[in-house]
């Protein structure tokens, strides 16, 4: 057995054949209704976004990392929200920032 810094069993929560670990974050998740397709934020300053997703959590849309704003990320970080999905995607594409990778 491999233990990790907080002495949490890494072997038992690996992936398999060296893919990552499932997000457990997809766990918590439960079905909310999307807000209107446009980051509020950047409405109001003008900006132009590239891509839009939507907070898995509370349904707040903004603009992806891609966009000069980043207001998702900023969601995010205001109110620890992990997984997001893209509005036009398909099949659907969700994203943890707590892993910084797909899910």
């Known amino acids: 057995m491999t233990l990790d810094a907080a002495g949490t069993n890494v072997t038992a929560r690996a992936g398999q054949n060296g893919r990552a670990p499932r997000c457990d974050h997809l766990d918590r998740l439960s079905a909310v209704r999307r807000g209107p397709p446009a980051c509020e934020e950047c409405l109001a300053l003008g900006w132009a976004w590239t891509r839009l997703v939507a907070c898995l959590t509370c349904g707040w849309v903004a603009c992806s990392d891609e966009s000069p704003g980043c207001h998702a990320r900023a969601h995010?970080?205001?109110?620890?929200?992990?997984?997001?999905?893209?509005?036009?995607?398909?099949?659907?594409?969700?994203?943890?920032?707590?892993?910084?990778r797909t899910v």
């Open 76 to 100: 995010y970080q205001e109110t620890d929200h992990p997984v997001v999905t893209a509005l036009e995607s398909e099949p659907t594409w969700r994203w943890c920032y707590v892993h910084e």
